[in-house]
């Protein structure tokens, strides 16, 4: 079974720009979560999905965020315009709310440099 | 607020040298606590999952136990391949958002 992928694995980008990354969940899992860690600091949450539906953003910095999930599958989170303090890395996670344990899975990150 | 508290920072080791490391959280209704090890350049890879007081979970060389306020992951006679950042995490809320802490670096030398 494939796992959480996550594309690009590192982007390189001027302040100003915009950036687009991609996730691709464990198919079937219908939760999709978005996290970043930022240099020195822990993990944070900022965004949910169920299916195509936004649970929860609250975690998002601000309006240059931006996060789709189209019919469900992939989601993808932009960025527009890049600012330095978004560098960081991006991960995102996928869980399945049926029986089973809680648990969420994670892709490998796109490393986010902002110049 | 909820908060999560991992110490150390970093741990290093001899190998076979066994060692414990520290997750201290404070959450209003535990809906479980994750264990996580991340290797440089990957996302959080899963361990273990506990979710009440006094239960206890191995693999190998790791055991995680859980008490009311705190967990801890013990490791028993390391090798270097265990090297890595150990991460907690605690669900914020029933939709399971993660409250991180910050982990602990673990290098166990040959």
């Known amino acids: 079974e494939a796992g959480v992928t996550q594309f690009p694995s590192h982007s390189v980008i001027e302040k100003g720009q915009t950036v687009t990354l991609r996730c691709d969940p464990i198919s079937g899992h219908d939760n999709l979560y978005w996290y970043r860690r930022v240099m020195g600091k822990e993990i944070k949450f900022l965004l949910h999905?169920?299916?195509?539906?936004?649970?929860?953003e609250s975690g998002m910095p601000n309006n240059r965020f931006l996060a789709e999930r189209t019919g469900g599958t992939y989601s993808t989170l932009k960025v527009q315009p890049a600012e330095l303090e978004d560098s960081g890395v991006y991960f995102c996670?996928?869980?399945?709310?049926?029986?089973?344990?809680?648990?969420?899975?994670f892709g490998p990150g796109t490393r986010l440099t902002v110049l | 607020e909820d908060q999560v508290t991992q110490s150390p920072e970093a741990l290093r080791l001899q190998e076979g040298e066994s060692s414990s490391l520290n997750c201290s959280y404070t959450?209003?209704?535990?809906?479980?606590l994750f264990w996580y090890r991340q290797d440089p350049g990957k996302g959080p890879e899963f361990l273990f999952t506990l979710y009440s007081a006094g239960e206890e979970k191995e693999k190998e060389r790791l055991k995680a136990t859980l008490t009311k306020k705190e967990s801890f992951l013990h490791i028993t006679a390391p090798k270097p391949e265990d090297s890595a950042t150990y991460l907690c995490a605690v669900p914020m809320d029933s939709n399971y958002q993660l409250i991180w802490g910050a982990g602990t670096k673990l290098i166990i030398k040959p």
């Open positions: 999905f169920v299916k195509e539906s936004k649970q929860d």
């Open positions: 959450v209003s209704g535990l809906r479980g």
């Open positions: 996670a996928s869980r399945y709310s049926g029986a089973g344990p809680d648990t969420q899975y």
